[in-house]
């Protein structure tokens, strides 16, 4: 396979002035920045499972659940997004300073006859370091309107080790 074939316009056969557009776009740098997007996506698809470093960042769920995460002086809480699914489809794990989200999300119809989806389905898991210095025994999770809260609050020799910094100009 040459470069040439990689190029998604130019591939005609040699009548016509090669065409620079995409669906009747008139800027050709939107349209190659869109095609360069496309050829990133489809070099790094499946490369979670490959290699570590690159974390979930291109695979069809990546980074889901999305969460939001707080953390002040008394504790760290920890907000997912999980639509569609309900308590028993979640798993809260704690162990060694990793907070860890897992579940699965079913299909709710065998629609044989879809071609696209763009909904995520399937296992998932996110890992989020969190630190030893919290009380393991007093973590809840709270689950309400497909958001996941989870509360991990922080031991005293933590919250004891804060120390506020001036800033000065």
Excluded: C
């Excluded at 069809?60 to 308590?87: H, Q, R, T």
């Excluded at 979640?90 to 006859?113: A, F, I, N």
């Amino acid at each position: 396979m040459s470069v040439r074939d990689l190029i998604p316009w130019g591939r005609n056969n040699g009548d016509q002035l090669p065409t620079l557009f995409r669906n009747g776009e008139r800027d050709p740098f939107l349209s190659l920045h869109r095609e360069v997007n496309r050829l990133f996506d489809d070099v790094f698809r499946g490369f979670d499972t490959k290699l570590p470093a690159f974390g979930r960042i291109a695979s069809a769920g990546a980074g889901w659940p999305s969460v939001e995460i707080s953390d002040n002086d008394k504790e760290i809480k920890v907000s997912a997004e999980v639509p569609g699914l309900a308590e028993k489809d979640v798993e809260v794990l704690l162990s060694e300073g990793v907070l860890t989200l897992k579940g699965e999300k079913r299909s709710e119809t065998e629609d044989k006859e879809r071609q696209f989806s763009e909904r995520f389905y399937g296992q998932f898991e996110r890992r989020i370091p969190v630190g030893l210095e919290v009380e393991a025994d007093k973590v809840s999770a709270r689950f309400k309107n497909g958001v996941l809260t989870v509360t991990l609050p922080k031991t005293a020799k933590a919250q004891a080790q804060i120390k506020r910094i001036e800033v000065k100009s």
